[in-house]
């Protein structure tokens, strides 16, 4: 009888200078043909377009209230970390943003590149990148608007120096959404033992449950490094019907929204916040 007992561990100290996890990337080049199957490996992260996209959209919408009907995401400059073959990219391109998505496995790359080639309006608004975070750090402080990081930081090496580079490339009061797993004995059950080995929704040592990160330690490391949380939201995928939808529960997937602090003092965060998202912070608080 395998016993996972819940307790903090700390990460370990890492003495490497990259948040790239070659062995990460091994598992992912090989996949790199499968992207753009609806019906393959990637199936649930192409279904999980239909809440991460309209959850990016509708907290950008309700920051601004200068936006274009057609294109309600124009003007707005995105960096899409670990970007893949492009399936977040594209739709937020179609939202009408200028799309920066990258990627360290070269292949992934060249799908998405290949991709987007087929629609002449992504083709414009989007580029791609084969690069590190933190490889771009130099040539983009302060660049982007909004960072979309999905599925991604519980595949980074160093997430404290992943976070940083985050702060870096952001613009003062710009927006980072989070999409990852939390480190719950249900997450090894149903993310790795039923999702992996038994009905192989996604390939079998796609992910470690020792890198799952629990949304308390990530908004701890989110606003040691400047950032104000502003929501957390549980996410549930069923994989009979093929589709997510926003649950209260945080004890498996989790989206979260943080923002870079201004150059400005600012008051503190929920004085701030609309009324929804403190009744959703205080929902989801302490929730396993």
């Known amino acids: 009888q395998l016993l996972l007992f819940r307790f903090t561990v700390k990460r370990p100290f890492s003495t490497s200078h990259s948040s790239v996890d070659s062995k990460e990337m091994k598992k992912f080049q090989l996949l790199a043909h499968k992207w753009w199957d609806e019906e393959g490996e990637y199936a649930a992260l192409h279904s999980m377009n239909d809440i991460r996209v309209p959850f990016i959209r509708d907290t950008l919408l309700s920051m601004s209230s200068n936006y274009h009907l057609g294109n309600p995401l124009s003007g707005i400059k995105i960096l899409d970390v670990g970007c893949g073959g492009g399936l977040l990219s594209e739709p937020l391109g179609r939202l009408g943003a ?17 991709h987007k080639s087929f ?3 992504l083709a414009e608004r989007i580029q791609y990148k084969s690069s590190s975070l933190e490889e771009i750090v130099e040539e983009s402080m302060e660049t982007f608007d909004v960072i979309v990081a999905s599925e991604v930081v519980e595949h980074v090496a160093d997430l404290e120096m992943f976070i940083k580079c985050c702060s870096q490339v952001l613009k003062p009061e710009g927006s980072l959404f989070i999409t990852t797993i939390n480190k719950t004995q249900l997450s090894y059950v149903l993310g790795i033992v039923v999702a992996e080995k038994i009905m192989g929704i996604v390939p079998e040592g796609t992910h470690e449950w020792e890198k799952f990160v629990p949304p308390e330690e990530l908004e701890h490391l989110l606003e040691s490094n400047g950032f104000s949380v502003r929501s957390v939201k549980g996410m549930l995928y069923n994989p009979l019907s093929g589709s997510w939808s926003w649950v209260q529960s945080t004890s498996l997937n989790y989206a979260l929204h943080a923002v870079r602090a201004g150059a400005q003092p600012h008051s503190h965060a929920t004085d701030t916040l609309p009324q929804t998202d403190v009744q959703q912070r205080s929902a989801t608080a302490g929730t396993a």
Do not use: K, L
């Open 98 to 114: 200028s799309v920066t998505g990258i990627d360290p496995v070269e292949d992934n790359i060249r799908t998405a590149d290949q």
């Open 119 to 121: 629609d002449p309006v």
